[in-house]
């Protein structure tokens, strides 16, 4: 197996660059990768390469991409991912497995029923870098900081914009299978809510701002565990899967 | 919120029952919960009621269900998962999220290229029935003592019967979107491999025996999160979304 790096300076086919240095430490002291050997690497931004490594010393590895490898496991739609923090460590798997399934940005949403207070951004980027890695993508998603409910509502551009709410909660709701009907949008946003649910006046908001409340039919699924399921049926519906 | 107990030997409408040790002990100690008070409770196969706390005692806590509640969760095609053994405690969280999805029966399943040691299937059912509580389901799925994949195909008798394979392993593979075609089954099975995959006289194994190699597109989903996945985008194809 080949083994795959995150190198987002790189620029294009020929160029020597030097890894980040998490990533070189991980090539050259847990893998024991040597000058010569042949390696994967990706820029985060859809690009990837097989490279050859070239220099393995403390002071950097140094790697030149040698052939462009075609990359088909993007979605067709650019989707934004905006879930309401999560207590504890819950979070880092809603950034981990929204990278799995092909969010391009994620979106830490403060909102009135959240308890959890926003974490360190740059960790989620970590982590959204390490899914990235294991899962094959070679797009890494933009974790952004943690912003107001009210806010990303406001300024949100997305040619669809989604609120996903429990089944009853608003007479506007409509089940996610009525997206089949409409072709699939440039972009979109998925708004996710926290464990306590949204308010009446959250979903007031969201509706007059241009987003559908969606529901997602007989289940309830856990806050942490829902972005997967949603997401997953989504790119069904778009013709992704 | 009505708090939601786990009473597997419920006998039906104004019958009082005991309920089991450990949800006692939750009731009594950590909720308060007093004689007199009003629970919900269910029976773990689909039986759910409003129940009255008629006597809370360190012996144990005895509830009478006074009303039957209309459970409507429960997806219409009875879906039996096999996974792969995962090592660690990953295994946790594929039952406690195929619990969340709908599955009604969880088989773990030794393949050629499991590394995992089988462990504790009661652990599994507390698990399972944790994670029944937390989604507001009736049914406790039935986590069956793990088998090896060659029994486990050799026998299984659901009417569709679906193996999970990466794209591009098998010639004999189609897409999941062909399921659309057809009319939703009585009862199907979903097999998911290992981390490390199926040995192709794994996959030839299953089709010979009637299974369908179904791949589900482009991104590679990690083995402990698939399954959350594949089983929303079944269920949405069935009409239980």
């Known amino acids: 197996m080949t083994r795959r790096f995150y190198a987002p300076n790189l620029a294009g086919l020929g160029v020597a660059v030097l890894l980040p240095d998490s990533e070189s430490a991980h090539l050259r002291r847990v893998l024991r990768i040597e000058a010569g050997d042949t390696v994967a690497v990706f820029d985060g931004r859809g690009g990837e390469y097989v490279a050859r490594v070239e220099q393995v010393e403390a002071a950097g590895v140094l790697i030149r991409p040698i052939q462009h490898v075609d990359q088909t496991s993007e979605p067709s739609v650019a989707l934004t991912v905006a879930p309401a923090l999560l207590k504890g ?23 009135a029923r959240t308890e959890a207070k926003p974490r360190d951004t740059e960790r989620w980027t970590r982590i959204a870098v390490a899914s990235a890695k294991q899962c094959g993508r070679a797009v890494v998603p933009e974790v952004r900081n943690p912003c107001s409910f009210h806010s990303f509502v406001a300024h949100d551009r997305s040619a669809l914009k989604l609120l996903l709410v429990e089944p009853g909660v608003s007479d506007r709701a409509t089940a996610i299978r009525s997206l089949e009907r409409e072709p699939p949008p440039s972009t979109a946003t998925l708004v996710i809510g926290p464990e306590g649910g949204w308010t009446t006046e959250e979903i007031m908001t969201a509706v007059n701002g241009g987003f559908r409340a969606l529901t997602l039919g007989r289940l309830t699924l856990r806050a942490d565990a829902v972005g997967v399921s949603v997401v997953s049926i989504l790119h069904y519906i778009w013709g992704d899967v």
């Open 89 to 111: 460590r819950k979070y880092d798997e809603v950034v981990r497995d929204l990278t799995m399934v092909g969010a391009v940005v994620v979106q830490p949403l403060a909102t």
